[in-house]
């Protein structure tokens, strides 16, 4: 039983990939980039196959090859970078999940998962369910609902076992990018650098710790197809404000130096995962709290992920 992970060697799902090999799965790592920082103490467990996910001919000869029964199709270029290049954005993030679905009707594949996100709702209109009408606003957000709407085209159609999941803004240590305030107001103090975030102390969001999302994901892939209704889900972190976040990350560094602008608005609709808690029982591991504590120790633990700003283009302090 051979599992393929795309977009592997990155923030998420390196962490994804680290879970399955703890489970003694045949993993497959299919990206891009064969930058292993975030899998180095395990690089020797998993087979690696360079690729692109624009190239069709490339996934079908992965797949074949190391007959894959699984897919977790997490490849896609991030919020930010889409707004820069957007016709890049169709061919990763619109071409690629399409290109994985075909393959993967085209070879027999069991289950293939999708990574989607809550940018695929309208910014604020206020409280948001799975099945919420979408209005996505951004390029990001629209890929992503077409890799929904494609993935259940390609149930109805041909019968493939299509999952997906909705992340809302994630946090935790290594973010490549770090231009998710969440993200910063965490490391920057970790690092022992002062931070000031562009928003309101009061603005709340919806805080999910990637090592959840990663839980939550592998929850949906591995449930029961009876069980599997919603077939796309929304996972649901805890609502939280920047300033109570702040306040949990100076109990454990109290000299952290940590400012707002108080300028934008303070936005506080709920984010809501009630249909993947009710179908397939899940629920986080880890409060906010307890999150921010376990990012602050994984931040000291690893500098190296921080050095020489190898994740830091387009970064936003």
Request: with cysteine; hydrophobic share 40%; net charge positive.
């Amino acid at each position: 039983m051979v599992t393929m992970v795309t977009g592997g060697t990155g923030f998420i799902f390196s962490r994804l990939v680290r879970k399955l090999v703890e489970q003694k799965k045949d993993v497959i790592v299919f990206d891009i980039s064969p930058n292993f920082k975030f899998l180095a103490d395990i690089r020797d467990k998993i087979k690696f196959v360079q690729g692109d996910i624009t190239h069709l001919d490339e996934l079908i000869e992965a797949i074949k090859t190391n007959e894959v029964e699984y897919i977790y199709n997490g490849a896609a270029l991030l919020s930010g970078i889409c707004h820069v290049v957007p016709v890049r954005a169709v061919h990763v993030n619109g071409v690629g999940m399409v290109n994985v679905l075909e393959a993967s009707r085209l070879l027999n594949v069991k289950k293939v998962l999708f990574t989607s996100s809550i940018a695929v709702f309208a910014g604020n209109q206020g409280d948001v369910y799975d099945d919420t009408s979408k209005y996505p606003v951004s390029p990001y957000g629209a890929l992503k609902l077409l890799g929904e709407l494609y993935g259940l085209w390609y149930q109805r159609t041909y019968g493939l076992d299509f999952r997906g999941v909705r992340y809302p803004l994630l946090y935790g240590a290594g973010d490549p990018y770090a231009y998710h305030a969440m993200s910063r107001l965490i490391e920057n103090p970790a690092l022992g650098k002062p931070v000031e975030l562009p928003i309101q102390s009061d603005r709340k969001g919806n805080w999910l710790y990637v090592k959840d999302a990663v839980n939550a994901t592998m929850c949906v892939l591995n449930a029961k197809e009876n069980d599997v209704k919603t077939r796309v889900y929304n996972i649901e972190g805890e609502t939280c404000s920047f300033k109570e976040v702040a306040e949990y990350v100076r109990k454990v560094i109290p000299e952290a130096v940590i400012k707002f602008k108080q300028t934008g608005i303070s936005l506080s609709g709920l984010f809501n995962g009630t249909c993947l808690k009710e179908e397939l029982k899940w629920k986080p591991s880890y409060t906010v709290e307890e999150g921010v504590k376990d990012t602050i120790k994984e931040i000291r633990e690893n500098p190296d992920w921080y050095s020489k700003g190898v994740f830091r283009k387009n970064r936003l302090i």
